[in-house]
């Protein structure tokens, strides 16, 4: 998502004349786009910021900007800490920065709650640098659901929803410009009341090659949507489906409102229907309270599932949540081990995995002149012919990595 606001701000500002650089010393504005969800990624950005001040005394009239997550969370306190700061601006107003920078007006503009309502009125969609026929759309922000770990809701407000109509606007102009790929975004993605609608309907658009969607909260996916997806050739096989935790106890402590025996009916209802889907997740290790006993069981949910890939975090008190006041009871080295051993066994789960596709023929588009990803999400670099950017190319796969595949191309 941060990656897509990120995207829009820069074509925002590239309407207005402005020109992208890589080149720190030649920018004449530099924005940050942060995130807040652990404090470990708050204080990169702290003191990357921090490290500009050379730069800034050399070059007073470049503007200094901090947006997103972090700037709704500390407010005023980041131009205290770093006084070179010139805009700090909420994830939401963001959007607003080329009009207060033509203004000239420096500050701080947190989100205000009626800023929040509704979702931001700009055209959104984004194409992805990185590999452009891809295109980022939004198709909701916010969250609803505080579990109690979590300060998205507090940054980002409520859920907004844009309209099935603006999303399947801005994914035809997409299409219209030569984008095969969309990826539709949101922080609970599946809470949109027209989401099953939405990935019907995307993915039946001329053009359109592929719909990926993330983040599905595991609590709002069904065996419906795993059906959809399966019977439509254009939506990706592949589910981020994030758990936090294979124990019952620790899933209620952190507010999440699904059972283990859901996440897994619904894991299992699509290793059936879609044997070679990718089924991703993230975890929380340390979580106040979590015993020996309850990680066992997340190592147990790892062993059964097998996932493709996992996203491990150490548990990091927020302040302003709920969980700040619970007492932050597993210590630090307990939280290293289990996050050690839990990456051990699913790398080694998934390496396994990723044997199951050696001998088989993947359907890629290149992102690269010898690489590219299949349907499923998985990175796969070539031998042979290279390929146009976003072509379609054919690859037998030849040998599994932990985290890619490798192969011959074959068309
Ligand atoms: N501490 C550690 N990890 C967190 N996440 C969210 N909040 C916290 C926190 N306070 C993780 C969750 C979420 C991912 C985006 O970040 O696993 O799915
Ligand atoms: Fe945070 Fe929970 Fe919402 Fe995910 S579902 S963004 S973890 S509050």
Known sequence: MNKADSLRLSELFQAEGYACTEELEEA???????????????????????RLKDLKEQKPDIKVSVVGCMAQRLKGEIIKRLPLVDYVVGPSSMFD????????????????????????????????????????VPIMRGCNNFCVYCIVPYVRGREQYRTKEDVLNECRLLAEKGISEIMLLGQTVNSHPDFKDILKVTAGIDGI??????????????????????????????FHLPVQSGSDRVLKEMGRKYRVSHFRDIAFHIREKLPFAAITTDFIVGFPGETEADFNETLNLVREIKFDQCFTFKYSPR???????????????????????????????????????????????????????????????????????GGKVKVKIIEALPHSLKGRRIT
């Open 28 to 50: 004449d504005l530099l924005i940050y786009n942060t995130c807040s969800v652990r404090h470990h990624a708050e204080n990169k950005a702290m003191s990357y910021i921090g």
């Open 209 to 238: 090659k592929r719909v990926r969607f993330v983040t599905s909260y595991p609590g709002y996916m069904d065996k419906e949507t795993v059906d959809i997806v399966a019977s439509t050739p254009e939506l990706c096989n592949y």
């Open 319 to 389: 302040e302003g949540t709920r969980s700040a006041k619970f007492e932050d009871d597993v210590s630090r080295e307990v939280k290293k081990s289990r996050l050690a051993v839990l990456n051990e066994l699913w790398s080694k789960l998934a390496l396994k995995r990723n044997k199951l596709f050696v001998g088989r023929i993947l359907e890629l588009f290149a992102e690269s002149k010898k690489s590219g990803r299949s349907s499923n999400y998985k990175i796969v670099h070539w031998k042979g012919a290279q390929a146009a950017l």
């Open 97 to 136: 920065l080329p009009e207060l920078i033509k203004k000239g007006k420096a500050g701080v503009y947190a989100d205000s709650q009626e800023k929040r309502k509704e979702f931001p009125d700009v055209e959104y969609s984004s194409i992805n640098t990185s590999s452009p026929f891809s295109g980022y």
